[in-house]
């Protein structure tokens, strides 16, 4: 009775990934393992001697589509904005916290393998397998249609109104450092020319610590991606 109990769970298991990705992303499964392993937390292969990986690899690639995905739909959506604010704009989108709450949403703490009660799971570890996810997709399905997917999920959790709220950064960071007592500074580090044109890169420091370098084609901008930066160094913490 055992053995059916686990191959039960196992087909349950199949069917809810078949039901997530579908729900959420509009695509079906081809192959199964890289969503598998997309859900597997490291802590689940802890003494795991079958060769099963965690999705530590699928997260890091789906770090970088998500990127890209992210960028181009910017970039093909507002033809007038310049690089600081398409940075800016990024940035909201993609942060950790924005990550975790889709994570949660779509109901990545159900289908997690971890190796943990489940009210020790943290947010970061949905925010995690969202972007592990997205790696099995584009291994799955290829750039075309990740980006297709990965752009109605956003859609579906306010993309559209986050990218379009105003943060500014460096008052945020100065705020944080005047409640704290902290020295805040900012520096030019490095003017050079990119493709003929004029850049700055800006290092922002905490008492003297490094917290953020930004770039961009005039001081103003540089400092503000590198108060971005420096404020989701300090906010990560």
Do not use: P
């Not at 704009?89 to 997690?112: H, M, P, Y």
């Not at 995690?128 to 996810?133: F, P, Q, R, S, V």
Request: overall charge positive.
């Amino acid at each position: 009775m055992s053995i059916l109990n686990r191959l039960f769970r196992r087909d349950d298991r199949s069917g809810n990934i078949d039901v997530l990705i579908k729900t959420h992303f509009y695509l079906k499964v081809k192959t199964r393992s890289y969503y598998e392993e997309a859900l597997r937390h490291s802590s689940f292969i802890d003494g795991d001697t079958t060769g099963k990986r965690s999705n530590e690899r699928l997260e890091y690639l789906g770090d970088a589509v998500l990127d890209l995905c992210v960028a181009h739909y910017l970039y093909k959506s507002d033809k007038k904005a310049q690089e600081g604010l398409l940075t800016q704009r990024k940035s909201r989108v993609v942060n950790r916290k924005n990550l975790n709450r889709i994570g949660k949403a779509i109901g990545l703490e159900d289908l997690l393998e971890v190796r943990m009660r489940r009210d020790d799971i943290r947010n970061n570890m949905l925010g995690n397998a969202l972007e592990a996810i997205i790696g099995a997709i584009y291994k799955d399905h290829g750039y075309e249609n990740t980006y297709k997917s990965v752009v109605k999920l956003l859609k579906k959790h306010g993309i559209d109104v986050i990218i379009h709220e105003t943060t500014d950064f460096k008052s945020k960071l100065h705020h944080w450092a005047q409640i704290n007592k902290v020295e805040l500074k900012f520096e030019v580090i490095r003017e050079y020319h990119e493709h003929g044109e004029g850049k700055y890169e800006v290092e922002v420091s905490a008492n003297g610590e490094r917290i953020g370098i930004g770039s961009g084609r005039s001081k103003k901008i540089a400092e503000h991606d590198s108060a971005r930066r420096g404020w989701r160094t300090v906010y990560e913490q």
